[in-house]
């Protein structure tokens, strides 16, 4: 491949990994105006909606196939991952969310094991140490903090997501020229539904439309949720998967900085080496998961 095209790819991974990065903050001010599940709503049905106008306007397919899976997709990455984590940011720090939240490589590891047959083995296993040990350093079980349920919360979000990571793939198996694009945008608008139910049901103060509320909405709708998907897919089209995983993973370091400067959360002695933990995890696994994937295939990420 031309070293242009990969510079251009990693130059947009870069641009992604700030969008995805800082969104944390963006996240954790939106909901200081409404309620989780209201800004959750919004969040997948209309990033939904602009997905599929980006579908129609690259001409790719729009029919809806294989919909029970799509349907499972769509509670665990819209209302498991998206919603779950929004609700963990309404009592705990956007830093500490994004990087719990993005143990899912780990828990992705730990699932292939009973659900594809994939065996944890070699130096997985000292990527799932570094990861168990950072989460109990993070969670501090013997001085339970006050944002002990959002961090149960963000766990729970990564584990969602990693379940849905397994099922895509078990489903890019058995159809694998299903479009990636729809395969994003059906499982955010059928998951949108119950979100959008749960938040007309729940009681909740009447949405603040500040600037700053509004100006949350349009960055997680046209930058995290349409702008971020392009340049993610152009990436994978022209890296090898692995190096693409892996320097998303940039995105929760990225979140815990920016939380950092604008936020004032300032980690604490255990949270921080807890941090660093589960970072030498995602580095373990995504440096396996590229010499995996060049050793199978080298031009697999050329897909």
């Not at 509320?213 to 930058?223: G, K």
Request: proline share 5%; aromatic share 12%; charged share 10%.
């Amino acid at each position: 491949m031309h070293k242009d095209t990969v510079v251009k790819a990693l130059i947009a991974l870069f641009i992604l990994t700030l969008i995805w990065g800082y969104n944390w903050v963006v996240m954790k001010l939106a909901v200081q105006y409404a309620s989780p599940f209201q800004f959750a709503a919004m969040r997948t049905f209309l990033g939904a909606l602009v997905l599929f106008v980006l579908i129609y306007v690259t001409k790719r397919p729009m029919a809806l196939k294989e919909f029970p899976t799509m349907l499972v997709l769509g509670l665990l990455q819209t209302c498991g991952f998206t919603g779950l984590l929004i609700w963990a940011l309404v009592e705990g720090g956007a830093g500490k969310t994004a990087v719990l939240t993005y143990t899912m490589p780990f828990w992705v590891m730990l699932f292939a094991w009973p659900m594809l047959g994939e065996k944890v083995q070699g130096w997985q296993w000292l990527a799932v140490a570094f990861a168990l040990f950072g989460m109990v350093l993070i969670f501090d079980p013997l001085h339970i903090k006050a944002d002990g349920f959002s961090m149960f919360l963000a766990l729970c979000s990564g584990i969602s997501w990693a379940i849905s990571a397994i099922i895509s793939k078990k489903l890019h198996r058995r159809s694998p020229h299903l479009d990636l694009l729809n395969l994003t945008a059906w499982p955010m608008l059928l998951g949108s539904i119950p979100i959008i139910i749960i938040a007309l049901i729940l009681p909740a103060p009447p949405i603040q439309w500040t600037t700053t509320f509004i100006l949350t909405v349009l960055f997680n709708v046209i930058l995290s949720g349409c702008v971020a998907w392009v340049l993610w897919l152009y990436a994978l089209q022209r890296l090898q998967a692995g190096v693409a995983s892996m320097a998303s993973m940039l995105a929760p370091v990225i979140g815990v900085i920016a939380a950092w400067i604008q936020l004032n959360e300032v980690p604490d002695t255990y949270e921080l080496i807890g941090m660093v933990f589960i970072a030498l995890s995602l580095i373990t696994i995504s440096f396996i998961s590229i010499r995996k994937h060049t050793q199978i295939d080298p031009a697999q990420g050329q897909e």
